[in-house]
């Protein structure tokens, strides 16, 4: 195997460690990116629809309540709390479908059904209460627990999606350990290649190289040549040795030639 191509494929065997240490790394780290883009894109909405439904929740309480217990206000400002409950009840169902859309951790979906059920059950009473058919009764004996179980199903809601959270970062954590002890491996031992090849490449030309000139000054000392030389690197000895051995055999034939003509 000639010199040239055996560097060709020392150089291509660095290039292949590299290469492949690059896709390597490239794929995990875009792996973790995913998982914690999933975490962020399905949990983390879920999380923000539970916040808003509580947060509409207290203000249709709020606008219900208001109807009852503040008449004298609830007079003064008619407008405000039915326009108050039609806002939030508007927001609370564009959460509460996002919601259904939404639905990814184990038993998920059994507190999403609740919601949807209790939630039309809290709507009736409300609406009983604003047209003015409800009582005090009706609000602590029906409105009240309505309210209650449908606040309690959307905190399960949070609560399971925080968990989910939380569940998920430990194991993206432990993934991450994991892809790093892996990438530390495979580093290591691109390395201990990598310098394998700077060891024994090098060494293998030298080597080569020494035994040339080594050959060569053997030669000029059988030719009585040596003292001829004067270079102390394998290169300029090479070159020195070929060099004289031209002059000398090739001067000795055109001297040859030029004496028979």
């Keep these: 195997m000639v010199i040239k191509k055996k560097l060709s494929l020392g150089l291509g065997f660095l290039f292949f460690i590299i290469f492949a240490l690059v896709v390597f790394c490239s794929?995990?780290?875009?792996?973790?990116?995913?998982e914690a883009g999933h975490i962020l894109r399905d949990n983390y909405n879920s999380l923000i629809y539970s916040k808003n439904m509580i947060s509409s929740l207290e203000?249709?309480?709020?606008?219900?309540?208001?109807?009852?217990?503040?008449?004298?206000?609830?007079?003064?400002?008619?407008?405000?709390?039915t326009l108050l409950f039609e806002?939030?009840?508007?927001?609370?169902?564009k959460n509460l479908a996002a919601e259904n859309r939404n639905i990814t951790e184990i038993h998920e979906s059994v507190y999403v059904d609740?919601?949807?059920?209790?939630?039309?059950?809290f709507l009736k009473f409300s609406r009983q209460i604003n047209h003015g058919s409800g009582s005090g009764a009706l609000y602590f004996n029906q409105f009240q627990p309505a309210y209650e179980r449908l606040k309690q199903a959307i905190d399960q809601i949070h609560a399971v999606n925080f968990q989910a959270v939380a569940r998920k970062s430990q194991?993206?954590?432990?993934d991450s350990r994991r892809i790093n002890s892996y990438m530390a491996g495979i580093g290591a031992f691109c390395l201990v290649l990598a310098f394998a090849y700077f060891w024994y490449f090098p060494?293998?030309?030298?080597?080569?190289?020494?035994?040339?000139?080594?050959k060569m000054r053997q030669l000029l000392k059988k030719m009585d040549m040596a003292h001829d030389i004067g270079a102390k690197d394998e290169f300029s000895l090479i070159l020195q040795a070929i060099h004289?051995?031209?002059?000398?055999?090739?001067?000795?034939?055109?001297?040859?030639n030029r004496s028979e003509t």
Aim: hydrophobic share 35%; no cysteine; glycine share 2%.
């Design 27 to 34: 794929y995990y780290i875009g792996k973790l990116s995913q």
């Design 59 to 81: 203000n249709l309480r709020t606008a219900v309540a208001n109807k009852i217990f503040n008449p004298a206000v609830a007079h003064d400002a008619p407008d405000y709390f």
């Design 87 to 93: 806002r939030e009840r508007t927001e609370f169902e």
């Design 114 to 121: 609740s919601i949807n059920r209790d939630y039309e059950i």
């Design 171 to 174: 194991i993206a954590s432990q």
């Design 203 to 214: 060494f293998y030309i030298a080597n080569s190289i020494s035994y040339l000139a080594e």
């Design 244 to 256: 004289l051995i031209e002059s000398k055999y090739l001067g000795d034939s055109k001297n040859r």
